[in-house]
């Protein structure tokens, strides 16, 4: 299995401008999940999928920040207007929510690295 | 609320040292409890974890973690530090029932020769 992929790797863009995050969970699993990582904060869980549907949003910071999983292969994490407090890595995560050996077992995407300036 | 403290941001080890990370939580329910390790500029790998069952954990790379309910502890231990281990180590913590995941704030863990 590829793993959880992650794209792109690297994103500078400017201050206000639109940011797409773009995640490809491994194959059967079915939960997703975004986080943010930073010096200051952390990791913190932004939000999480069951099922393509959005089941806690909690972590999104404000209404700048929105995530879709139009499918069970594909989720996007968008920001609009990007800031430069935005800047930070975003970690996608996917997992296999069913029991068995692998439950609760979070796998983790290489991560993009997000410059806002 | 749950949270997690992992009590130093930085350790230094002497190769084939004993490696030490510590982690406390607090929850109100029974939590499951995972290690992970993070090398440079890539995502985190699971390392261990923890759900029911017998206390003493067994991971990967010679890892393990033993979980003290009274101490509301999950230390992560290795008898021998090789220079490879030199990463980032974060505990977490996820309250039975959900699948969320709330990380510590990580260990910086550095092998000297």
């Known amino acids: 299995d590829a793993g959880v992929i992650q794209s792109p790797r690297h994103e500078v863009t400017e201050m206000g401008q639109e940011v797409t995050l773009r995640c490809k969970p491994i194959s059967g699993h079915d939960y997703l999940f975004w986080y943010r990582q930073t010096m200051m904060r952390g990791l913190e869980l932004l939000i999480y999928f069951n099922n393509n549907v959005p089941i806690d949003d909690s972590g999104m910071p404000e209404d700048r920040f929105s995530a879709k999983m139009p499918n069970a292969s594909f989720s996007t994490l968008k920001i609009q207007p990007s800031e430069p407090r935005d800047s930070a890595v975003y970690f996608c995560a996917s997992s296999f929510g069913s029991r068995g050996p692998l439950f609760y077992e979070q796998y983790f995407g290489p991560g993009t690295r997000l410059t806002v300036t | 609320a749950q949270s997690v403290t992992q009590l130093g941001s930085h350790v230094s080890v002497s190769e084939g040292a004993l490696v030490l990370l510590r982690c406390n939580y607090s929850?109100?329910?029974?939590?499951?409890l995972f290690w992970y390790v993070q090398y440079p500029n890539q995502g985190l790998q699971l390392l261990l974890k923890?759900?029911?069952?017998?206390?003493l954990v067994k991971g990967i790379n010679g890892f393990e973690a033993e979980f003290k309910k009274s101490e509301t502890s999950f230390h992560l231990t290795k008898p021998s530090a090789h220079m490879s281990d030199a990463a980032e180590y974060f505990c977490a913590v996820s309250p039975s029932g959900t699948y969320k995941y709330i990380f510590g704030t990580g260990t910086r863990l550095k092998v000297l020769a």
């Open positions: 929850s109100s329910v029974p939590p499951y």
């Open positions: 923890y759900t029911t069952g017998a206390t």
